[in-house]
């Protein structure tokens, strides 16, 4: 008889022994839920490899720095999977020897089936190092975007924020973008926002019809949504109105209601 998908993965990791990284760390760590055991979830938080903590609880995200992102996106309601890109603890959780073990490549074929397994809507990447496992450049030019990428057996969209370790207290140093100081927690909580908002609109009917009418992003172009769709809709504001009326006709009023009417507002 052959096992569950979901255990059978789980087993297949628990006993890897793929990389380098195996003989120092104390268990590889699969992913986890929230709430634990769902099966299907909406979002998943992407970092780069278990602590500490996660070595010592076998459990992605419990440490120090997964406590600070969990209390980022407690109010999501929606089921939601941590992963890592390396499933192994680097020594001293030093990300360069997970790169000169090339652990990145070796736990790939993990990584896409845990994503597959979880089957998420949104992949979001968290800080430099997981980056690299998707894109070049630096996770500031990445961070608050949205692009829609195939991973996984499907297209996904992809969004990307700093690692929450970086935004610590005692450790939430200044970041400069262009004449902007911030600190690393004020712009995670906007990125978080954004994210927030991305699941409530993905699933709703004005999005849904925006995007028929407005879309026209190519194949790996990347965007800010909230932006992207306000310059849309200045642009072609006749047609912009159609469609939110046509959608409150179609689905009546409540928040998202509400949210198209602060959309019209903001064009006014
Ligand atoms: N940092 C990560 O990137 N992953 C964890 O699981 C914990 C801390």
């Known amino acids: 008889m052959s096992l569950p998908p979901d255990i059978a993965l789980r087993s297949r990791i628990l006993t890897c022994n793929d990389c380098g990284l195996r003989a120092t760390c104390k ?14 979830v909406r979002a998943v938080w992407l970092g780069e490899a278990p602590g500490a903590e996660e070595d010592k609880t076998i459990k992605p995200f419990v440490g120090p720095a ?3 992102l969990s209390g980022l996106v407690c109010r999501i309601k929606d089921p939601m999977g941590f992963v890592n890109v390396v499933c192994c603890r680097p020594p001293s959780n030093d990300f360069k020897v997970a790169k000169k073990e090339k652990a990145q490549e070796r736990c790939r074929q993990n990584l896409e089936d845990q994503v597959a397994i979880l089957d998420p809507e949104v992949v979001v990447i968290l800080g430099g ?18 692009w829609r990428e195939k991973f996984a057996g499907k297209a996904r969209w992809f969004s990307a924020t700093f690692h929450p ?3 610590l207290p005692g450790r939430n140093t200044k970041r400069r973008f262009g004449s902007t100081e911030k600190l690393t927690s004020e712009w995670m909580e906007q990125d978080v926002s954004m994210i ?3 699941l409530d609109m993905l699933d709703g009917p004005l999005v849904n019809a925006a995007m028929k009418t407005f879309t026209k992003l190519e194949e790996g172009a990347s965007f800010r949504p909230l932006d992207w ?30 949210k198209a009417l602060c959309v019209l507002r903001m064009l006014e």
Request: no cysteine.
């Open 165 to 167: 370790a970086s935004a």
């Open 27 to 40: 268990q590889p760590v699969p992913w986890r839920t929230s709430p634990p055991g769902s099966s299907k």
């Open 196 to 198: 927030v908002d991305v």
């Open 66 to 68: 997964g406590q600070y």
């Open 229 to 258: 769709l306000l310059n849309e809709l200045k642009e072609n504001k006749e047609e912009a109105e159609k469609v939110v009326m046509r959608v409150l006709n179609e689905h009546g009023g409540g928040e998202r209601a509400e």
């Open 129 to 146: 190092n997981a980056l690299s496992s998707f894109k070049k450049g630096a996770i500031g030019e990445w961070r608050g975007k949205l």
